[in-house]
Nanobody, 115 residues
Framework: QVTLVESGGGLVQAGGSLGLSCAAS????????MGWYRQAPGKQRELVAT???????TYTDSVKDRFTISGDVTKNTVYLQMNSLKPEDTAVYYC?????????WGKGTLVTVSS
């Protein structure tokens, strides 16, 4: 079993930046894929950015060139740096990990971007 704990959400003005962290309870070397999803009010949860096998970062089109996913294996932590934030980025952001074929989710952290 893996526990994922997100932090770093908050309120920011449009055009601003915010960084999210996701700490895993196990070494990242044992996790097949790990990344970030988000769910805006009234919308389905969607992929934001993730590391797939081979540690290749993948982004949804709407965040490319604005968001950067990174990881620190010494801290078992994955980060999401979000720049040039837009009101439409407002959502609860969830950390996700695929560990031994099972999908795990964090509890989420709220990001609110004001116009």
């Amino acid at each position: 079993q893996v526990t994922l704990v997100e932090s770093g959400g908050g309120l920011v003005q449009a055009g601003g930046s915010l960084g999210l962290s996701c700490a895993a309870s196990t070494t990242l070397f044992t996790i097949t894929a790990m990344g970030w999803y988000r769910q805006a009010p009234g919308k389905q949860r969607e992929l934001v950015a993730t590391f797939t096998s081979g540690n290749i970062p993948t982004y949804t089109d709407s965040v490319k060139d604005r968001f950067t996913i990174s990881g620190d294996v010494t801290k078992n932590t994955v980060y999401l740096q979000m720049n040039s934030l837009k009101p439409e980025d407002t959502a609860v952001y969830y950390c996700n990990a695929d560990y031994l074929g099972i999908n795990y989710w964090g509890k989420g952290t709220l990001v609110t971007v004001s116009s």
